[in-house]
């Protein structure tokens, strides 16, 4: 993928707000739920929110509310296991835009 709308590769937890919205909802459907609950833990709320629309609306509410309740409940993770969640949402993501990417007939 080429010019502004480059995505490839992602490298930060961050990046992900930049993730078109079918690409957003593989990766939800594709992440370990845990995983991307650990990932998301201390991300900004705008992300959170993006992360939030790539489920279907009654999912969506319901991971939001599980993410809410289970969050505190997840305890304190060491920066080692905040660091592999979101390494392995990111690859995950990455995977999925190169997919996108052979998979787009446009130019």
Known sequence: MTGPD??????????????PP???????????????MVALKG???????AVFAGFPPRRAGVFADTLSDTLPAVG????EQLDEARR???AAANILV??????????
């Open 6 to 19: 480059n995505l490839s590769p992602l490298t930060c937890i961050e990046d992900l707000a930049r993730l």
């Open 22 to 36: 079918q690409v957003m909802t593989l990766l939800c459907k594709t992440v370990d739920g845990d995983t991307l």
């Open 43 to 49: 991300a900004p709320e705008d992300l959170r929110e």
């Open 76 to 79: 304190p993770v060491t920066p």
């Open 88 to 90: 392995q949402v990111i």
């Open 98 to 107: 190169t997919l996108k990417d052979m998979t787009d007939p446009s130019p």
